[in-house]
């Protein structure tokens, strides 16, 4: 771990290497943080070709941040209802010339989620409702790595930009039930812009690789108090596969694809636009039995988004449909593992929309920015076919806002939400050349 990071900032610019420019290093970090606060910011980052734009000054910046979240009662059981994150944050962007740029990032996070129930599997939200789970629940401990970087450069009209990003991470816990679960995943993304007189058109394409090994040990099973289920959606689950035992041994395995288009001005101010599909089909395997697979997970997702700056403001608005339909195995009872028959017995339709704004102001020597935002999420026709089971959930909404002063370092955000729930991120910045 203390390797990767030495290698990470061994990309960070040396001072001696430094353009000439006429910005310091606060006013440098002032720019790139009000850069990737603004409402537009994701416009940039999304696309490996956009990032030419993103700025035409090189910054890295080291941070620390703390996480917290507690809720009164659990909005998700699955997630618990709370956690508590530290991590340290490396990046680094580097302007090669006017034609080429580069950048690099990686991050170390430690931490807990508290009073999880009816989850022992990690990237929850990315596999339910494929998931292993237990009625016991308890505290799990989490630590994830990740690492990525880029590179683009203009060729005539065209900006060509390749991006690699890599995330690895486990869970466990030290008392009965205790799921060890080890995280990989891959993605690689290439992208293309051509050049018109006041905007860009970009084409984004992803490939993605996703792995997930479960160890589900019980150290005293006689004293257990809850086995280990192989949910296949809206409470049921495999009853041929969930059993007491002394282990449980699980794996995913997913590959997925994205392909992406975009739209946004060549000088900041202007209209923005980004319309995306993405596709990841994933394996529950039982390594417990001959590595036999016994659901396959098949999430489709289309999202859409747009937005306007216009000098010290800007406005995005965006929505999306996902699918989720899981596909139950058959296997025979030879002994083989041969599958005899899919079915496709849960559908999940979820429709998401969400708007944010920036303002930014001036006040003395200090630039403050308000960042309100909304999000509207709902799930329709959830459905499983044998036995016949529906359910429509109600929407939920999400208020959030953020007032941030410019300084370094500094604790720069407050989240606040009209839910149950209070999430407090604070970070301390470090940047230099």
């Known amino acids: 771990m203390k390797a990767l990071f030495l290698s990470i900032l061994a990309l960070l610019p040396a001072a001696a290497s430094a353009q000439r420019d006429t910005l310091g290093v606060l006013e440098r970090s002032s720019v790139f943080s009000a850069e990737d606060e603004r409402a537009v910011a994701g416009f940039h980052t999304e696309s490996p070709a956009m990032m030419l734009y993103r700025s035409e000054q090189s910054l890295s910046q080291i941070s620390l941040r703390i996480d917290l979240r507690r809720e009164q009662e659990a909005l998700l059981q699955p997630l618990g209802d709370g956690a508590f994150?530290?991590?340290?944050?490396?990046?680094?962007?580097?302007?090669?010339?006017?034609?080429?740029?580069?950048?690099?990032?990686?991050?170390?996070?430690?931490?807990?989620?508290?009073?999880?129930?009816?989850?022992?599997?990690?990237d929850y939200l990315l596999l339910y409702p494929c998931i292993t789970?237990?009625?016991?629940?308890?505290?799990?401990?989490?630590?994830?790595?990740?690492?990525?970087?880029?590179?683009?450069?203009?060729?005539?009209?065209?900006?060509?930009?390749?991006?690699?990003?890599?995330?690895?991470?486990?869970?466990?816990?030290?008392?009965?039930?205790?799921?060890?679960?080890?995280?990989?995943?891959?993605?690689?993304?290439?992208?293309?812009?051509?050049?018109?007189?006041?905007?860009?058109?970009?084409?984004?394409?992803?490939?993605?690789?996703?792995?997930?090994?479960?160890?589900?040990?019980?150290?005293?099973?006689?004293?257990?108090?809850?086995s280990e289920l192989y949910m296949t959606g809206l409470g049921s689950y495999y009853t041929r596969y969930s059993l007491n035992s002394e282990s449980f041994?699980?794996?995913?395995?997913?590959?997925?694809?994205?392909?992406?288009?975009?739209?946004?001005?060549?000088?900041?101010?202007?209209?923005?636009?980004r319309a995306a599909f993405e596709s990841l089909t994933t394996e529950r395997l039982n390594k417990s039995n001959n590595t036999v697979p016994i659901t396959r997970l098949k999430t489709r997702q289309a999202t859409l988004s747009a937005a306007y700056r216009s000098g010290r403001w800007s406005l995005r608005a965006g929505g999306g449909y996902e699918l989720r339909r899981s596909i139950e195995m058959i296997a025979d009872r030879t002994g083989h593992s041969v599958i005899v028959d899919e079915q496709a017995m849960y559908k999940n339709r979820i429709w998401h929309a969400d708007a944010e704004a920036t303002v930014e102001w001036r006040r003395g020597t200090v630039n403050y920015m308000l960042s309100p935002r909304a999000e509207w999420r709902q799930s329709t026709a959830t459905s499983y076919t044998s036995p016949l089971v529906t359910r429509t959930s109600l929407p939920w909404v999400w208020f959030f806002w953020k007032c941030s002063p410019r300084s370094t370092p500094r604790v720069e955000r407050l989240w606040l939400s009209c839910t149950n729930s209070l999430s407090i991120p604070a970070s301390a910045n470090w940047s230099f050349w």
């Open 249 to 273: 041994n699980i794996g995913y395995d997913g590959k997925g694809c994205l392909l992406a288009a975009q739209l946004m001005p060549r000088h900041a101010k202007g209209w923005y636009a």
């Open 85 to 122: 994150d530290g991590g340290f944050y490396a990046e680094s962007y580097r302007r090669l010339s006017e034609r080429s740029a580069t950048w690099a990032d990686a991050r170390y996070v430690r931490g807990n989620r508290r009073n999880v129930c009816w989850n022992s599997t990690a």
């Open 133 to 226: 789970a237990d009625s016991a629940g308890g505290n799990l401990s989490t630590e994830e790595y990740a690492f990525g970087g880029g590179y683009v450069h203009r060729v005539g009209r065209f900006d060509l930009a390749i991006r690699g990003d890599y995330r690895a991470g486990q869970e466990y816990r030290q008392v009965d039930p205790r799921p060890h679960n080890v995280v990989s995943d891959f993605t690689i993304k290439l992208g293309v812009g051509m050049q018109f007189p006041q905007y860009v058109l970009g084409l984004d394409l992803q490939g993605r690789l996703y792995k997930q090994d479960q160890d589900i040990d019980f150290f005293y099973p006689p004293g257990a108090s809850s």
